[in-house]
């Protein structure tokens, strides 16, 4: 049969909906909250290969002014939360969907070293700063919401986080939902210009590539991670 050209529907942001007294609110361009991919699980026949959705709620104020580094709002972050949806039929039905998992980010755990990177990379405060003692990790202004599509289950996502809104210093937050546990976070793109955003593109390219061996491939490494073509946890 020849290839047919259709769309499927997506799960609904709820929480932007419903919000402003049910009246809901603009969606916008959705890349910075939710993300899709094709899961290809390799197992029975690929019937249980799927479309996962990641969604990220995010609830944050908008302060008052603009910050003096970057020019753009001020913007507080009171919580977050990722949600997941896999969708094995993909027909036009909405029925196709079901939730995996909602993780709040206050729920996510992390070891001393990964704490330590959070605090070198200055997304979270220092201990000593007793005015912003009490912030931690669902506090962290997130954006970009990706699955791992090198894993057969889909439960890793990637995160953007920022320590201010379209800073030009960014890290990506590894994060297993199926164990609520962030079990990575590295420096990525600080050299773009400011007001840039620092976006990463689902790829499998770098399975193909021995990085220590060839020197083409170190090359070719090298810039697609400088131009925001590859990250290293893909």
Known sequence: DMPTLRGVPLPLPLELVSCNNGLGTELGCPKIIRSIAFIKRGTNDGADDCLKLVHLEANATCLPGTDDETGYPLF???????????????????????????????????DS???????????????????????????????????????????????MARRKFMHTKACVLTIDLRNCTLVDVAEFDTERQLGV??????????????????????????????????????
């Open 76 to 110: 507080l972050m009171n919580s977050w939360a990722i949600v997941t949806w896999s969708n094995t039929k993909m027909t036009s039905s909405w029925k196709d969907w079901h939730m995996d998992c909602r993780v709040q980010a206050s729920d996510i755990t992390m």
């Open 113 to 159: 070293q990964i704490k330590s990177k959070l605090l070198q990379f200055a997304l979270l405060p220092e201990p000593r700063d007793g005015a912003t003692a009490g912030r931690g990790l669902q506090n962290l202004l997130v954006s970009d919401p990706t699955p791992d599509i090198s894993t057969a289950d889909g439960d890793v996502v990637y995160l």
């Open 197 to 234: 955003p620092a976006l990463y593109c689902l790829s499998t390219i770098s399975k193909y590539m021995n990085v220590e061996t060839s020197q083409v491939c170190n090359l070719l490494y090298y810039h697609l991670q400088k131009h925001a073509l590859l990250t290293t946890p893909f």
